[in-house]
């Protein structure tokens, strides 16, 4: 069971960072690639990824399967959001920056708010399985440092792979669907784990 959460944690920091990269290209046609859209990215990301965090902390109680299904369902809903991305750009385009494409608010806000939704959702899901990790592993040290490496070499991976394979290869939408269906089979492995988990741990 630590393997299947170790390679959760991984996969849910994958998912989480292909956004991220993929997200930069998705909104470039509308708001150009800039530091600004850059920036707006990133900072919007990792907001919503910290709000996230904290309700995920927030909502651990109740054992290791409650706190696993949570996090299958916040990361089933991410992937339904990365999905949508592409066809929501355009609706933002509308309300926010074709009527002023010079402004640079809008502009940044209309790179920002793409990733909100999914970035929080990514977010809620690692400290549940951060918390099934140490129920399950006695408080252990050393796995804790080892799903947080997990989680940086997941976040790394999935750069990597949308900067020089997906967006390539799939295009935008394309590597949007991938990382959705990456991100619907961490779910469904989440849930598997659920289901194995040893409730006689205390919440």
């Known amino acids: 069971m630590i393997h299947a959460l170790l390679l959760a944690e991984a996969l849910i920091a994958s998912c989480a960072l292909a956004f991220e990269t993929a997200a930069a290209r998705l909104v470039a046609p509308y708001a150009g690639m800039s530091t600004d859209s850059w920036t707006a990215i990133i900072a919007g990301f990792l907001l919503s990824w910290a709000l996230g965090n904290h309700v995920g902390g927030r909502c651990s109680a109740g054992g290791a399967q409650r706190s696993l299904c949570r996090a299958a369902t916040a990361v089933a809903g991410a992937a339904a959001m990365v999905a949508a991305t592409p066809l929501l750009l355009p609706v933002l385009d509308s309300w926010l920056v074709a009527s002023d494409p010079v402004a640079r608010w ?92 040893d409730t006689r741990h205390p919440a």
């Open 106 to 197: 809008r502009l940044a806000l209309f790179a920002a708010l793409p990733t909100l939704g999914p970035g929080f959702l990514f977010g809620i899901a690692p400290p549940l399985v951060m918390l099934a990790i140490i129920r399950h592993s006695g408080g252990h040290g050393a796995l804790v440092g080892i799903a947080n490496a997990a989680g940086a070499a997941g976040s790394a991976a999935g750069a990597v792979a949308v900067l020089w394979l997906g967006l390539d290869w799939l295009g935008t939408r394309g590597t949007c669907l991938a990382i959705a269906a990456l991100g619907l089979v961490t779910a469904a492995l989440l849930m598997a784990t659920a289901f194995r988990a």
